[in-house]
């Protein structure tokens, strides 16, 4: 049975008081990493260990941590992934509203570096559901064969800049083979992935994550990263979820506000390499 939508309206229009408190309730839980290989509780934290070395933080919040407890807990967090050999990276995902003090310092002066911050944008699915006119010669379809999702991911890592690696792929593929309900959408033209993106129905939610949205510089200003979105956004209204969130670059941002997506919070991911 869907949950209770944790919303309210105001003459149709959704506060964001309220989104940013579904946001919160529903996806700062186990939801947020469906596919980790391990889960550690420490403290208030969630020490998350993904496929390929990667480790990651997350958390419902802090329980009222002051800077020392929080100088304490980065430094027991780093202990925890350096005693793994197969940990190589680590991301500290930050949010903007969260009570914190001190820990972009403390953060930094353990070799963490802070990446860009985007914005999180929560909203109706079904203001993102609309009819959206392709260029001609653009199609949008689902992938799922192996070929598709290395050509799609390869795209998105020229996209973002990102060093050429089979590992996300081999994610996305494992990802597949669970049957999560993670699904990989792309726009084609002239033979080639032009835009692409996941959708990520969260189980136990009213929520559906879009996520890794990208378009070749050429093809952007066509209304087709739009369209993608509004695919995804069917997709997800067809599953039953009812609410969208994604972590936006300042490209995608105007795009989902145009959507009726509301900005709620920021968030900024923290890296650290061995």
Request: hydrophobic share 40%; glycine share 10%; aromatic share 6%.
């Amino acid at each position: 049975m869907p949950l209770r939508p944790h919303y309210c309206t105001v003459t149709g229009v959704i506060d964001s008081a309220h989104l940013l408190a579904a946001y919160d309730e529903q996806l700062r839980t186990d939801a947020e990493t469906p596919s980790a290989i391990s889960v550690t509780r420490h403290g208030p934290l969630r020490l998350v260990t993904f496929a390929g070395g990667r480790g990651f933080v997350t958390y419902r919040d802090l329980d009222g941590a002051d800077a020392g407890t929080i100088r304490r807990l980065v430094a027991e967090v780093l202990a925890h992934y350096r005693a793994d050999p197969e940990i190589n990276r680590v991301e500290w995902k930050t949010r903007g509203h969260d009570h914190a003090p001190g820990l972009h310092e403390t953060l930094l002066d353990n070799g963490f570096t802070a990446d860009d911050t985007e914005s999180i944008m929560v909203g109706e699915a079904r203001l993102l559901a609309v009819d959206v006119p392709l260029p001609e010669g653009v199609t949008l379809r689902r992938v799922t064969e192996e070929p598709d999702v290395r050509a799609m991911v390869a795209m998105q890592d020229e996209v973002f800049g990102t060093p050429a690696s089979d590992d996300m792929a081999n994610a996305m593929l494992r990802r597949l083979a669970l049957g999560d309900g993670m699904e990989m959408w792309v726009a084609e033209a002239e033979g080639q992935i032009v835009s692409a993106g996941r959708l990520e129905p969260v189980s136990g939610t009213n929520f559906a994550g879009i996520w890794g949205g990208a378009t070749r510089e050429q093809w952007r200003g066509r209304g087709i990263y739009r369209a993608l979105t509004a695919a995804r956004a069917r997709s997800a209204l067809h599953n039953g979820k009812t609410l969208i969130n994604s972590d936006s670059t300042e490209y995608s941002r105007p795009i989902l506000e145009r959507s009726g997506l509301v900005k709620v919070s920021t968030t900024t991911p923290y890296m650290w390499k061995r």
